[in-house]
């Protein structure tokens, strides 16, 4: 079975300053896709980063990149100018790869506290 | 616009009840899903679906039961079997057509033992 791992419980950055979360998962397959999720307190859990295993690229959307590293199978997530909106607990989830429905196995979370 | 709603946001089960949790998309994905969510923890997979009246276990299934009778809709009955029913329950759906697609949440129900 999978399993992810986030080995930090809460996290605190100073508005404006950089901040890596980490994750790493255990798994026997190589075709796979990892992502990263926001939960801020309203519960919703919001899409935040994407990466497939068979690309080598590291994902980036705006403030937000991933460092990939497959041997080591570790997924980091990095926030960068931290803005106040980014304070919520993040989730670093997998899934198997190939098509059609399965679902994520998720890390435990990492709380992320924003100081103005 | 297009997303998924869960209702109640918040309900109450009574010893020795079932209570079903709802769920609908307007988003026309062929899969839905059923997280459970407790305090300090990720989400943990209870059931899914990949087609209409069809629907496959997760990790935690015992003590619930769903339906797919229609592509919208992906109800989660909690059963007087499951002991420990107080948690947040996520639903969430995605399109099966491509790989890796991602999936959305809704908003939430909240289960409390009263």
């Known amino acids: 079975a999978q399993t992810v791992t986030q080995s930090q419980p809460e996290m605190s950055v100073q508005e404006a300053e950089t901040v890596t979360l980490s994750c790493t998962y255990d798994t026997s397959e190589s075709d796979y896709y990892l992502f990263w999720y926001k939960q801020p307190p309203s519960r919703q859990m919001i899409l935040v980063i994407r990466q497939e295993a068979y690309k080598q690229q590291n994902a980036t959307e705006n403030r937000f990149s991933v460092n990939f590293q497959k041997a080591a199978k570790s997924f980091s997530l990095k926030i960068s100018d931290s803005q106040l909106g980014d304070a919520a607990m993040y989730f670093c989830a997998y899934r198997r790869g190939g098509g059609g429905a399965d679902g994520l196995t998720f890390g435990k979370g990492t709380h992320l506290i924003i100081q103005p | 616009d297009g997303g998924i709603t869960q209702s109640p946001k918040y309900l109450f089960r009574k010893e020795g009840q079932n209570v079903t949790l709802s769920c609908e998309q307007n988003l026309n994905h062929d899969a839905m899903y059923w997280y459970r969510q407790d305090p300090g923890q990720g989400l943990r997979l209870i059931y899914y679906?990949?087609?209409?009246?069809?629907?496959q276990k997760g990790d935690i299934a015992e003590g619930y039961s769903v339906s797919r009778e229609k592509k919208e809709s992906f109800p989660l009955t909690v059963t007087s079997a499951q002991k420990n029913p107080t948690a947040f329950y996520l639903c969430?759906?995605?399109?099966?057509?491509?790989?890796?697609?991602?999936?959305?949440f809704g908003d939430g129900t909240r289960l409390s033992i009263l």
């Open positions: 969430a759906s995605s399109i099966v057509e491509g790989i890796g697609q991602p999936q959305h």
């Open positions: 679906s990949q087609i209409v009246n069809d629907f």
